[in-house]
């Protein structure tokens, strides 16, 4: 998925967290990506654990979440295989929490891609807090895949 088209003026916005429901979402949005010949923009998160009060020290000196997320973003577009390797990719690792960096990537963007429920939301939520945010404060269409059941 290097991309064999020139830049195009079109971006289409996903966000990824590795949940099967961010990975339907990130397909659906390289198939509309590949047939209206957008940008597919790929966007994931991450933010340091936080305590209350607590040192880091529980941490290993090696961990690096932003190398973790670039990884899961990695594999996820990876499996996107040889079916959208015509399609312009850009890969987005963004520090904070998914919901105002979401909204921020919409920014200019054709549409915003979003699954139901990812990592972190309760499995009986119709909506997850993520979807919600997007879906009502995004600067540009947004779409909201749910999970088939």
Same mark, same amino acid.
């Given at each position: 998925?290097? =991309?064999? *088209?020139?830049?195009?003026?079109? $971006?289409?916005?996903? %966000?990824?967290? %590795? @949940?099967?429901? @961010?990975?339907?979402?990130?397909? &659906?949005?390289?198939? *509309?990506?590949? /047939?209206?010949?957008?940008? /597919?923009?790929?966007?994931?998160?991450?933010? &340091?654990?936080?305590?209350?009060?607590? !040192?880091?020290?529980?941490?290993?000196?090696?961990?690096?979440?932003?190398?973790? !997320?670039?990884?899961? /973003?990695? *594999?996820?577009?990876?499996?996107?295989?040889?079916?959208? $390797?015509?399609?312009?990719?850009?890969?987005?690792?963004?520090?904070?929490?998914?919901?105002? !960096?979401?909204?921020?990537?919409?920014?200019?963007?054709? /549409?915003?891609?979003?699954?139901?429920? =990812?990592? =972190?939301?309760?499995? =009986?939520?119709?909506?997850?807090?993520?979807? *919600?945010?997007?879906?009502?404060?995004?600067?540009?269409?947004?779409?909201?895949?749910?999970?088939?059941?």
């Amino acid at each position: 998925m290097t =991309g064999t *088209q020139a830049t195009s003026d079109h $971006r289409i916005v996903v %966000g990824v967290d %590795g @949940s099967d429901c @961010s990975l339907a979402a990130l397909d &659906w949005a390289a198939r *509309q990506a590949k /047939l209206t010949g957008a940008t /597919l923009e790929a966007v994931i998160t991450w933010e &340091w654990p936080t305590t209350y009060g607590a !040192a880091f020290s529980f941490l290993p000196a090696n961990y690096d979440p932003s190398a973790d !997320a670039r990884t899961v /973003l990695d *594999q996820a577009l990876k499996a996107l295989g040889e079916t959208y $390797r015509d399609v312009e990719v850009r890969s987005v690792v963004v520090e904070g929490h998914p919901a105002p !960096a979401l909204v921020d990537a919409s920014r200019g963007a054709d /549409l915003l891609v979003v699954g139901s429920r =990812g990592h =972190g939301e309760f499995s =009986g939520m119709l909506l997850g807090s993520v979807s *919600q945010h997007c879906a009502t404060n995004a600067r540009c269409p947004v779409l909201v895949l749910h999970e088939r059941t």
